[in-house]
């Protein structure tokens, strides 16, 4: 790939601190990139601090260390600032990181040159109201999740499109999801699989009964609105994140996220499909699963 984007000259390097190779790792790739004249600073996730929050206004990328949650954690940050992200995978499952253990030493040799590409992800933003009055607002890199609680029981999911009603889906739950979740729990649900580009909202039924079975995708301008009618308990989940209530009368409006979130890439556009193929051999569980099938 031929230099045409300015390399970076300060990076944040966020570890996540519940993988212990990280503290390593981050120490060698801050030392590399000062070899490189790229100035560092490392700074630590901690999962158990949920909204914690990073300084990256003095910083014009930011390397995340760690798996896919620490690549969701970091994107939840970046995006709003502009900032691209490149990931070095740490973790167990690594599907948004681009860098591994065994090449980011060559790799950020073609950072330092600009020998790099921005990939933009789109993103979802998801407006919560409370008897028609706003009451939270999250940004969406994966997916929003709709779902039953506790009682193995079904729900109703009410959807209307653009102020106009689509269907309702009785099932265990509904996944709004973009082109970068596609791969994650809306796979896991038998949606289809959405190159990483492309900027349409997915919705995805989770075990559906006597209902719309199909998943279905929308163009980015799409408003969708989504209810619940359940007399028992609801819960809205954002990218993983810790679950929200969610009462009959609660309102939920998806539509396009104003920011899209900056992926480092350094391999070609057709990488997407080399790689989901490699992965869905490779993965551990996918191992495990066949060996235990032989």
């Given at each position: 790939?031929?230099?045409?984007?300015?390399?970076?000259?300060?990076?944040?390097?966020?570890?996540?601190?519940?993988?212990?190779?990280?503290?390593?790792?981050?120490?060698?790739?801050?030392?590399?990139?000062?070899?490189?004249?790229?100035?560092?600073?490392?700074?630590?996730?901690?999962?158990?601090?949920?909204?914690?929050?990073?300084?990256?206004?003095?910083c014009d990328m930011v390397i995340a260390l760690g798996g896919d949650g620490t690549i969701l954690r970091a994107g939840h940050q970046c995006a709003p600032l502009g900032l691209p992200l490149l990931g070095i995978h740490a973790g167990r499952f690594g599907f948004l990181v681009e860098l591994d253990e065994s090449d980011w030493r060559e790799k950020l040799k073609l950072l330092a040159s600009g020998a790099y590409r921005l990939e933009k992800r789109m993103m979802l933003q998801v407006e919560f109201f409370k008897s028609g009055k706003p009451?939270?607002?999250?940004?969406?890199?994966?997916?929003?999740?709709?779902?039953?609680?506790?009682?193995?029981?079904?729900?109703?999911?009410?959807?209307?499109?653009?102020?106009?009603?689509?269907?309702?889906?009785?099932?265990?739950?509904?996944?709004?999801?973009?082109?970068?979740?596609?791969?994650?729990?809306?796979?896991?649900?038998?949606?289809?699989?959405?190159?990483?580009?492309?900027?349409?909202?997915?919705?995805?039924?989770?075990?559906?009964?006597?209902?719309?079975?199909?998943?279905?995708?929308?163009?980015?301008?799409?408003?969708?609105?989504?209810?619940?009618?359940?007399?028992?308990?609801?819960?809205?989940?954002?990218?993983?994140?810790?679950?929200?209530?969610?009462?009959?009368?609660?309102?939920l409006r998806v539509t396009s996220n104003p920011n899209s979130l900056k992926m480092v890439r350094f391999s070609e556009p057709n990488y997407f499909y080399r790689r989901i193929s490699t992965y869905m051999e490779n993965n551990p569980i996918t191992k495990l699963n066949n060996n235990g099938q032989n």
């Open positions: 790939m031929a230099p045409g984007l300015i390399p970076p000259k300060n990076i944040k390097i966020l570890a996540n601190v519940a993988i212990a190779k990280t503290d390593k790792l981050a120490r060698e790739v801050s030392q590399y990139l000062a070899a490189l004249d790229i100035s560092t600073h490392i700074d630590k996730i901690d999962f158990e601090r949920p909204n914690q929050n990073f300084v990256l206004e003095n009451s939270g607002c999250w940004d969406v890199i994966n997916e929003l999740v709709v779902c039953r609680g506790q009682h193995v029981r079904p729900i109703e999911v009410r959807v209307d499109l653009n102020e106009g009603y689509l269907t309702s889906y009785m099932a265990d739950g509904l996944i709004v999801s973009t082109a970068t979740g596609s791969t994650a729990y809306a796979l896991a649900a038998g949606g289809p699989i959405l190159p990483p580009e492309l900027r349409n909202i997915l919705l995805v039924p989770i075990a559906p009964h006597l209902s719309l079975d199909r998943a279905v995708v929308l163009a980015e301008g799409a408003s969708v609105c989504i209810q619940v009618h359940s007399n028992h308990e609801t819960v809205i989940s954002v990218d993983g994140q810790d679950s929200v209530m969610l009462h009959n009368a609660d309102l």
